[in-house]
């Protein structure tokens, strides 16, 4: 090997080589994770230093990129957090999402914005019936909203078949004799779609935007990183130890 090492890919103009590859993999098994990793000249070792070639890989091709395709990159090597930001802004600028998309998205997951019935008690509970029965109101807790699902089967019944200030009980559950009085009740309803639209909006323009930029970058790694033999994703099926875990 020469000193300035074996070329492990080639990304547009610049070269990785096994210097460089090597010095990342140092970093990393000196880093908190270092004891964890498969050690090298391992099955395991081989393909978590294919995995590091890709990295170097996709660094190079995001750094290469931000240079040649962001108007304000100033020809330093900015940071990849800011090459990737600027990127994303670019490639997803015209990104956008129709009416017609969101309105389809809100009717068929009106589950979504289901909002279930709501009731708003005062109860007590006790051992025995006679004690729960000579409950008055005044005795009574503070006032709980609840949904069904949070009280006690035939408690949980009797509370949300009642009708507004009705006198509640005694009824027996598991943990005693509960009576109450229903003081309120808030109908169950779904929000309507003004009310959700710009969520609605904000999370499909994301997912959009995302697949776009992912589809761009996949024809990007495509066309300017070339890795040499032995150096493939280490989900390649030509590679006898192929394993693609995500």
Known sequence: MSAAGQVVARVGGSVITTVELDERLAAIRNGPLGPRLPKDGTPAGVRLRRWVAQLLASEALLLHEAGHSVPSYDGSHPALDRAARALFDRVTADVMVSEAELFRYYRDNLDLWARPERRTVRQAVHNTRAQAAAVRRGDL??????????????????????????????VRTVFGWHVAVLDGVEQGAVLPYDAVRESIHDDLLSAARGQAFDDWLAGRRAALIHLSPGYEHPGDPSLPDAVHRH
């Open 141 to 170: 807790g503070a006032p709980e909203t609840l949904t069904r699902g949070q009280l006690s089967g035939p408690f949980e019944d009797a509370v949300f078949g009642a009708a507004p200030g009705a006198w509640i009980g005694p």
